[in-house]
T-cell receptor, first 113, second 120 residues
Framework: QKEVEQNSGPLSVPEGAIASLNCTYS??????FFWYRQYSGKSPELIMF????GDKEDGRFTAQLNKASQYVSLLIRDSQPSDSATYLC?????????????FGSGTQLTVLP | GAVVSQHPSRVICKSGTSVKIECRSL??????MFWYRQFPKKSLMLMAT?????????EQGVEKDKFLINHASLTLSTLTVTSAHPEDSSFYIC????????????????FGNGTRLTVT
């Protein structure tokens, strides 16, 4: 059974701080890893994806992947109140397997002004 | 960019009635679409994969006779919740992978805006 575990939260950080969101996955066949942000009552929106070991930076966001440890994280620098949302980790399966996008339970982040 | 439109955004219906939710790919053709369900404070759970021109593939535990999926064209998939009951009240979201020829493993899904179903 494929499992995706995220730090349960809720996570609160002050404005301007770094928020660290963690995710572990059980399926070693996972190729890509997506981070989605979901505001309450809305659909998820893509923040970043990563498929190579190491770090990937995009603006205030950095995704980190360690396939050996089956671990992926998302760092949000200079956190803003508008970053307050639930963050979903979603590993993807093999080639042509977008259906194997299994979502973690999400981490609720609150950035305090 | 690829846009997925979902309609309606909200629906309230009486127990026992059926509700149809539409998911359209607006600027691309989608041979595959996915239907997710999300209960409050829970994650998205894949219900089924909609395949254009063939039967949908349902995840374990999802009743195919209750959640009818029709992918009649390359731009439209519909989910019909038949004989809805209060426990079917949930947030239903459709999605589709983009059509640009990339391998799906590194292509994000594009989500519709979701449908909030309330069954009274």
């Amino acid at each position: 059974q494929k499992e995706v575990e995220q730090n349960s939260g809720p996570l609160s950080v002050p404005e301007g701080a770094i928020a660290s969101l963690n995710c572990t996955y059980s399926d070693r066949g996972s190729q890509s890893f997506f981070w989605y942000r979901q505001y309450s009552g809305k659909s998820p929106e893509l923040i970043m994806f990563i498929y190579s070991n190491g770090d990937k930076e995009d603006g205030r966001f950095t995704a980190q992947l360690n396939k050996a440890s089956q671990y992926v994280s998302l760092l949000i620098r200079d956190s803003q109140p508008s970053d307050s949302a639930t963050y979903l980790c979603a590993p993807s399966g093999g080639f042509g397997s977008a259906r194997q996008l299994t979502f973690g339970s999400g981490t609720q982040l609150t950035v305090l002004p | 960019g690829a846009v997925v439109s979902q309609h309606p955004s909200r629906v309230i219906c009486k127990s026992g009635t059926s509700v149809k939710i539409e998911c359209r790919s607006l600027d691309f053709q989608a041979t595959t679409m996915f239907w997710y369900r999300q209960f409050p404070k829970k994650s998205l759970m894949l219900m089924a994969t909609s395949n254009e021109g063939s039967k949908a593939t349902y995840e374990q535990g999802v009743e195919k006779d209750k959640f009818l999926i029709n992918h009649a064209s390359l731009t439209l998939s519909t989910l019909t919740v038949t004989s809805a009951h209060p426990e079917d009240s949930s947030f239903y979201i459709c999605s589709a992978p983009p059509p640009d020829g990339q391998n799906a493993y590194n292509s994000p899904l594009h989500f519709g805006n979701g449908t909030r179903l309330t069954v009274t």
